[in-house]
């Protein structure tokens, strides 16, 4: 039997994420793959749903670990950069978006909390900043829950003429720019 941690689980279970997508990750594929009997992935995580948490967290670390705002950003440029990032985050991951949907940022409250800080140190209301980080977040999610559940691309020949592709950077970036321009109109 192979000898293994929770980091090397967790990593394993994000390979077979990328592989076969979240609906086919199970532990007992995922034991397979470790070569190691299923009971013994218990050790590390007692239920799929704790397995899927830790996995979400750590296809989250590369907009988890990216730089803080400084009070010299400018709050609209860095909000934009931050909203960004968390689309690149989950779209480095196949349905990234699916395993991220309703996960709690338990490890990231501190990170949250001085990004909060310097929007209203920037002069964003508390509230609206609030309001403002949420519906980035859930725009964002929701967008690339779209874009990750569009099928071959090569299925748009299928469509009528008259029928426009979307362009989801384009459509991401349009909604970022409303979300945006109403919270500088409050501030």
């Given at each position: 039997m192979t000898k293994i941690n929770r980091e090397a689980v967790?990593?394993?279970?994000l390979d077979l994420l990328d592989e076969v997508g979240l609906d086919a990750v199970s532990t007992r594929r995922l034991a397979k793959r470790l070569n190691v009997e299923q009971p013994s992935?218990?050790?590390?995580?007692?239920t799929k749903k704790d397995l899927l948490a830790a996995m979400a967290e750590a296809a989250m670390t590369p907009h988890a670990t990216a730089p803080l705002p400084t009070p010299d950003?400018?709050?609209r440029d860095w909000f934009a950069d931050n909203t960004r990032s968390f689309r690149r985050t989950l779209l480095m991951r196949r349905?990234?978006?699916?395993?991220?949907a309703g996960s709690t940022p338990t490890g990231d409250l501190d990170r949250i909390r001085r990004k909060m800080d310097f929007l209203v140190a920037s002069g964003v209301p508390e509230r609206d900043a609030q309001m403002?980080?949420?519906?980035?977040?859930?725009?964002?999610?929701?967008s690339v829950l779209e874009e990750q559940a569009e099928t071959d691309?090569?299925?748009?020949?299928?469509?009528?003429?008259?029928?426009p592709?979307?362009?989801h950077e384009s459509a991401f970036e349009g909604g970022l720019a409303l979300i945006l321009n109403g919270l500088d109109e409050r501030s």
């Open positions: 967790i990593a394993e279970a992935l218990y050790w590390y995580f007692r950003d400018d709050w349905d990234g978006a699916r395993l991220h403002a980080m949420l519906a980035a977040s859930r725009f964002t999610v929701g691309p090569g299925d748009s020949a299928d469509l009528p003429a008259d029928v592709l979307i362009d």
